[in-house]
C-alpha cells in the first residue's frame, strides 16, 4: 500500500521534471510535454486506487485527511487536469501565435507545465482539513492559474483578464485571510476539527465574532465558485482567457471551491444556533446566482462567454443542494451534479476548440452548419448542450432532478419556483447553440473541422457517458463517497 | 418479473431504426420498414393480450436508482395498449406521407423516429418517472423539426413550443417529484402500481399544491386555455409528419397522465378545483373554437381546432365518473387519428399548391377526388359524426359529465328545483362546440374542395404511392372502430380506476 501523500508528490515532481525537460532538451515539439504529462497524470490516477485509505499517522496530524471525499475530488482533479491537457494540445497553435518568441514554439512549454502544478494544488486542497493548509494549497492553484490565464501576451483580451483575475483574485485572498484571523481570534484554533470541539463550548457572546469571520470566508469562496454577488470577474476571465484554461476554471476551480465549502461549513452545521443562519445565506446565495447566471445569458452571443453565465448559473445548482444539506441524500446529488457538470462541460469545450481553429472566432455565430460541416462535433455539442440545459437522458437532467428532489424535500419552495424561471431560460440559451448548427447555412469560407485523435476519443468517452449516466444514474452513484 | 418485456422491442426500433438511418441506411424505406414492424408487433402484443386479467401485463422492471424508488418499468394495460397503437399506426402513417427534404433527410427522419420512440416509451412506462423522462425525449427532435423543415415562421414557433414544452414539463416535473414526497416516508416509490396502492390505502393526504402544479404542468402539454398558444402556430409551421406525431399523439400524454395518475391518486384535489378546470377547458371548447372559425389558412385552422377538442377530453376528466373517463380515453385515440389523417391531407395539399390560404384555394375535389374523399371523412370524423370513434367518445364524455356531480333538479329540501349544476352548464356548453365545429370543418371543406376550381390548380395530382396508402390505412381505423367502439372499451374500461 501507497501512503496517500505519494500522488501529491508524484505530481509535483512530474511537473519540475517536465520544467527540466522543457529547459534541457534540444527537441522544439512541446507536443511531447503534454503527452509526457498526461501519462505522468494517467499514472497518478491509477496509483490513487492503490493508497491506503486513512493510515493511522495521517489521522492524528489534524491537517491532512484522507477519506472517500478526499479521494474523489483527487481523481477528479487528475481526470480534469488531463482533459484540460489534451484541450491544450488542440489549441497549441493559437498559443503559438499570440506568445512572443524568438523562434517559434518556444515559449510554449509551460503552458502544459503549469497545470500539473495548479493539479498538484488542487488535490492538496481535496485533503485539506486544516485552514492553513486550505490557504496554501488555494494559493498554489490560484497564483498558477494568474499566469496561465494571461498566457497569451499577444492577445490583449487574455492580459485583461489576467489582470482582473489577480486583482479580484487578490482581493477574494485578503477575505479569506481575514476570515480566517477572526474564526482564530474566536477559537484558538486553525485546524477544522480543532474548531468544530471549540465551536461547542463557545459562548454565546463570541457567536457574532465567530459568524462574521465565517462569513468573510464565504465572500472569498464565492469569488472561487463564482457564486453572485461575486461574480463579476466571471464573464471577462472566461472569455479572454485560453480556451483550456477557461474549461479547467469552469470546472476544477469550481469543483474545488465547492469541496472547500463543504469542508469549512461541515464544522459549524453541527452548532444549532448556526444552522438555521447558515443555509438562509446559502439559499439566498442560490436564489441569487440563479437569476443572475440564467437571465444573464440569454443575450449573450459568445459561446465562451455564455459558458461562463452557464457556469454561474450551475453553481446556482450546486448551492441550492447545499442549502439543503439537511436531506440525507443532497450531499451525494451535489457530488454527482459535479461529474455531470465536469462532463458536460468539458465536452462543450472540446467542441469549441476545432471550432474555433476552424472559423478563427468562438461566437455562437461561428458554429453555423456546423451540423452539415462535421455531423459528429454537431452531435457532440447537440448532448453537450441538451446535458447543460437538463433534457432527460443526459446526466444533465438527474443531476438537476436529484437536486430538486433534495430542496422540495426540504421545503425550500421559493428556490424550486426559482428554478422553474432559470431552467426555462437555460433551454432558450443552450438551445440557441443547437440552432446555429442546425438551422443555420454554414459560412462560405470556414475551413474544414479537424480534430486530433486524443480529443476525439476524450470526447466520445465524454459523449457515451453523458447517456449512459443519463439512463442509469446509478452507476456513478454507487461509488460516490 | 426478471424477464425482459416484449415492450422494450417497440421503444427500442424506432431508436434503432434511427440510428441505422444515422449511419447511412436509406431514410425513408428504414423508417417505413422500422414502423410498419412495430405495428405489426403491437397487434401481435394484443393478441396475447390477457383481457381478463386486472392489472398491467408484459412487466418487466429494472431499478435504476434505488433509494428513490426509481425504477424502469415496462407494462401495459387496456388504455395503454389503446395508446400504443395510436403511436404506432400515427407513427407509420407520418413517415409515409413524410417526403424526404433536400437537406438533412437523415436527421428528418431520424427526428420523427425519435418523437415516435419517446411516445411510446411513455406509455408503456409504469414507473411515472420514466413516464415523464421518454415524453422529453421529443423536445429536441421536436425543436430541430420545426426550425429547420418547418415553413412560414418557423423559427418563432419553434422557439415558442420549446420554452412553453420546457417550462410545462418542468413543472410537471416538480409536481411528480411532490406526488413523490407526499407519499409516506416507507413507502416511497415512482412506480404507479405503488403509488395506488398508497392511495387506495388512504396514506396519500389531499394535496392541493401537487395537484395544482401537475395540472399546470399537464396542462401547457395539453394547451390547455390560456396556455395554448404554442400549439396552433408550432402545428402551422411544423412539416406535416412532425404535426401528425406532435398534436395527434405526442399531446395526449398529458391528458393520459391526468386521467392514469392524477384521477386515481388526489381524486379529492380534482373534486376541489372542478370548477376551475370547468371554466379553462370551456375556454378551450368555445373560446379556442371561436378563433378556429376566425382562421383563413388551413393550417392555422386545423391546429387551433386540435386545441379546441382538447376541451371535450378534459371535461371527460374533470367530470371524474366511469362512464366520461371512458369517453375521454376513447376520444384520446380518434382525436388523434383524426387529426393525424387531417395534417397529413393538410401537407398534401401545401405540397402541392403552394398556399394554404381559403381565398386562394377551390374546387381541388374535382381534380383530386381521393384527396376529397379522405378530408371529407376526415372532417366528419373530426366533427363527430355517427360511424366515427369520435361519435362515441363525445357521446359517452356528454352523458358522463351531464350527469355528474348533485342534481339540481326535482324536489330538494321539500322545495322544487329547477337549475343546471356546473357540470351541466359546462356540457351544454361544449356541446355549442359541436356546432362550432361543424362550421369551421365544412366551411373549410367548401372552401378548399368545392366551388369553381381556379385554372392554375386544374393539373395538380391526386393522392398516390405511400400517402394514399397511408390514409387508407388510419382511415380504415377510424371506421372500424367507429362501428365496433366496443372493442376499445371493453380495453380500457378495466383500466380506468375511478375514485
Given at each position: 500500500m501507497i501512503s496517500p501523500i505519494v500522488l501529491e508528490v508524484c505530481v509535483v515532481c512530474l511537473g519540475i521534471f517536465l520544467l527540466m525537460a522543457e529547459s534541457f532538451?534540444?527537441?522544439?515539439?512541446?507536443v511531447v510535454l503534454a503527452h509526457g504529462a498526461i501519462f505522468g497524470l494517467l499514472s497518478v490516477f491509477v496509483m490513487s486506487f492503490f493508497i491506503e485509505a486513512n493510515p493511522a499517522q495521517m489521522q492524528s496530524s489534524g491537517f491532512y485527511v484522507v477519506d472517500g471525499l478526499s479521494l474523489f475530488f483527487k481523481r477528479f482533479a487528475l481526470l480534469s487536469t488531463i482533459i484540460t491537457l489534451i484541450l491544450a494540445v488542440d489549441y497549441l497553435p493559437i498559443v503559438q501565435r499570440l506568445v512572443p518568441s524568438?523562434?517559434?514554439?518556444?515559449?510554449?512549454?509551460e503552458f502544459f507545465v503549469l497545470p500539473v502544478f495548479t493539479c498538484a494544488g488542487l488535490m492538496w486542497m481535496a485533503s485539506a482539513a486544516d485552514f492553513i493548509v486550505i490557504f496554501c494549497a488555494l494559493e498554489l492553484v490560484t497564483i498558477s492559474l494568474y499566469v496561465q490565464v494571461a498566457?497569451?501576451?499577444?492577445?490583449l483580451a487574455s492580459l485583461e483578464a489576467g489582470t482582473k483575475f489577480l486583482i479580484l483574485g487578490a482581493l477574494s485572498t485578503g477575505f479569506f485571510v481575514y476570515g480566517i484571523t477572526w474564526i482564530f481570534g474566536m477559537?484558538?484554533?486553525?485546524g477544522l476539527a480543532e474548531i468544530q470541539r471549540n465551536l461547542t463550548i463557545n459562548?454565546?457572546?463570541n457567536q457574532m465574532a465567530i459568524l462574521f469571520g465565517l462569513g468573510m470566508v464565504l465572500v472569498a469562496l464565492g469569488f472561487k465558485i463564482a457564486a453572485a454577488p461575486f461574480q463579476f470577474w466571471v464573464p471577462d476571465v472566461y472569455q479572454g482567457a485560453p480556451t483550456p484554461i477557461t474549461a479547467y476554471l469552469a470546472v476544477a476551480s469550481k469543483a474545488a471551491g465547492f469541496l472547500i465549502l463543504i469542508r469549512v461549513l461541515e464544522p459549524f452545521f453541527t452548532v444549532v444556533a448556526f444552522q438555521p443562519k447558515l443555509i438562509l445565506v446559502l439559499a439566498l446565495l442560490s436564489g441569487l446566482t440563479l437569476i443572475y447566471g440564467n437571465l444573464a445569458a440569454?443575450?449573450?452571443?459568445n459561446f465562451k462567454r455564455l459558458l461562463g453565465y452557464s457556469s454561474i448559473a450551475h453553481a446556482g445548482y450546486l448551492l441550492a443542494g447545499l442549502a439543503a444539506?439537511?436531506?440525507?441524500f443532497a450531499g451525494r446529488a451535489v457530488v454527482f451534479y459535479l461529474c455531470g457538470y465536469f462532463l458536460m462541460t468539458f465536452l462543450a469545450f472540446l467542441v469549441l476548440i476545432p471550432v474555433t481553429k476552424a472559423t478563427g472566432g468562438d461566437d455562437i455565430?461561428?458554429?453555423?452548419g456546423l451540423g452539415r460541416r462535421s455531423p459528429t462535433l454537431a452531435l457532440a455539442m447537440l448532448i453537450a448542450a441538451a446535458s447543460l440545459a437538463g433534457?432527460?437522458?443526459?446526466v444533465g437532467f438527474f443531476g438537476k432532478f436529484f437536486i430538486f428532489e433534495s430542496i422540495i424535500n426540504q421545503h425550500f419552495y421559493g428556490l424550486a419556483l426559482i428554478g422553474i424561471v432559470t431552467v426555462a431560460s437555460g433551454f432558450y440559451y443552450y438551445f440557441k447553440v443547437i440552432r446555429a448548427m442546425y438551422w443555420m447555412p454554414p459560412a462560405e469560407d470556414a475551413a474544414p473541422v479537424t480534430i486530433s485523435r486524443l480529443s476525439k476519443s476524450a470526447m466520445l468517452i465524454c459523449a457515451i457517458l453523458i447517456v449512459v449516466l443519463g439512463c442509469y444514474p446509478q452507476l456513478l452513484m454507487r461509488i460516490l463517497p | 418479473m426478471s424477464s425482459l418485456s416484449p415492450l422494450l422491442f417497440l421503444i427500442l426500433v424506432p431508436i434503432f431504426s434511427a440510428l441505422l438511418i444515422l449511419i447511412g441506411a436509406n431514410p425513408r424505406s428504414t423508417s417505413i420498414l422500422g414502423s410498419a414492424v412495430n405495428l405489426l408487433f403491437l397487434l401481435a402484443l394484443v393478441v396475447f393480450y390477457?383481457?381478463?386479467?386486472v392489472g398491467y401485463q408484459f412487466v418487466s422492471s429494472f431499478p435504476v436508482v434505488p433509494h428513490l424508488g426509481i425504477s424502469f418499468t415496462l407494462g401495459a394495460d387496456g388504455l395503454s395498449l389503446v395508446m400504443l397503437f395510436l403511436s404506432t399506426v400515427v407513427t407509420l402513417a407520418a413517415v409515409c406521407v413524410a417526403k424526404s427534404p433536400d437537406n438533412n433527410p437523415r436527421w428528418y427522419y431520424a427526428s420523427l423516429l425519435l418523437i415516435s420512440s419517446g411516445v411510446i416509451g411513455a406509455f408503456a412506462s409504469v414507473d411515472v418517472f420514466f413516464f415523464y423522462m421518454f415524453h422529453e425525449l421529443a423536445l429536441i427532435p421536436t425543436f430541430l423539426l420545426i426550425g429547420i423543415w418547418?415553413?412560414?415562421d418557423r423559427q418563432a414557433a419553434a422557439w415558442k413550443a420549446t420554452v412553453y414544452l420546457a417550462t410545462g414539463s418542468f413543472i410537471l416535473l416538480l409536481g411528480i417529484i411532490g406526488l413523490y414526497l407526499i407519499q409516506p416516508v416507507e413507502t416511497r416509490s415512482f412506480d404507479l402500481r405503488e403509488m395506488i396502492v398508497n392511495a387506495q390505502s388512504g396514506l396519500i393526504p389531499d394535496a392541493p399544491g401537487v395537484y395544482l402544479l401537475l395540472l399546470l404542468g399537464f396542462g401547457i402539454l395539453v394547451s390547455l386555455f390560456p396556455f395554448h398558444t404554442w400549439a396552433p402556430q408550432a402545428y402551422a409551421c411544423a412539416p406535416a409528419p412532425a404535426s401528425m406525431l406532435h398534436a395527434?399523439?405526442?399531446?395526449k400524454f398529458g391528458l393520459y397522465g391526468l386521467i392514469r395518475i392524477v384521477a386515481p391518486i388526489l381524486p379529492d384535489s380534482v373534486q376541489r378545483f372542478v370548477p376551475l378546470l370547468l371554466v379553462l377547458l370551456i375556454g378551450n371548447i368555445l373560446y379556442v373554437g371561436y378563433v378556429t372559425i376566425a382562421q383563413r389558412k388551413l393550417d392555422w385552422m386545423l391546429g387551433y381546432s386540435s386545441v379546441m377538442h382538447m376541451g371535450y377530453i378534459f371535461l371527460g376528466f374533470a367530470a371524474l365518473n366511469q362512464l366520461s373517463m371512458t369517453g375521454a380515453s376513447l376520444m384520446l385515440l380518434s382525436h388523434g387519428l383524426t387529426i393525424a389523417v387531417l395534417f397529413a391531407l393538410c401537407g398534401e395539399i401545401r405540397e402541392r399548391t403552394g398556399t394554404l390560404d381559403f381565398s386562394e384555394l377551390g374546387g381541388i375535389a374535382r381534380i383530386c377526388p381521393k384527396l376529397g374523399l379522405s378530408f371529407g371523412f376526415a372532417a366528419m370524423a373530426s366533427v363527430g359524426l355517427?360511424?366515427?370513434v369520435g361519435f362515441a367518445g363525445e357521446l359517452l364524455v356528454f352523458f358522463g359529465a351531464f350527469g355528474s356531480?348533485?342534481?339540481?333538479?326535482?324536489?330538494?329540501d321539500g322545495k322544487e328545483v329547477f337549475g343546471l349544476n356546473l357540470y351541466q352548464i359546462a356540457t351544454t356548453c361544449a356541446v355549442w362546440g359541436i356546432v362550432i365545429s361543424a362550421i369551421y370543418m365544412l366551411r373549410a371543406y367548401r372552401r378548399i374542395f368545392m366551388g369553381p376550381l381556379p385554372e392554375r390548380w386544374s393539373r395538380l395530382p391526386d393522392l398516390s404511392g405511400f400517402s394514399r396508402a397511408a390514409i387508407i390505412l388510419v382511415i380504415a381505423v377510424m371506421l372500424v372502430l367507429g362501428f365496433f367502439p366496443q372493442i376499445l372499451v371493453n380495453l380500457a374500461t378495466p383500466a380506468l380506476l375511478v375514485p
Open positions: 532538451s534540444v527537441k522544439s515539439n512541446k524568438a523562434k517559434p514554439g518556444a515559449g510554449t512549454g498566457y497569451m501576451r499577444r492577445s477559537t484558538g484554533q486553525t459562548t454565546e457572546a440569454i443575450p449573450q452571443t444539506i439537511g436531506d440525507a455565430a461561428h458554429f453555423n433534457v432527460p437522458f443526459t | 390477457r383481457p381478463m386479467e418547418g415553413s412560414g395527434g399523439v405526442l399531446k355517427p360511424g366515427f356531480g348533485e342534481p339540481k333538479i326535482g324536489i330538494i
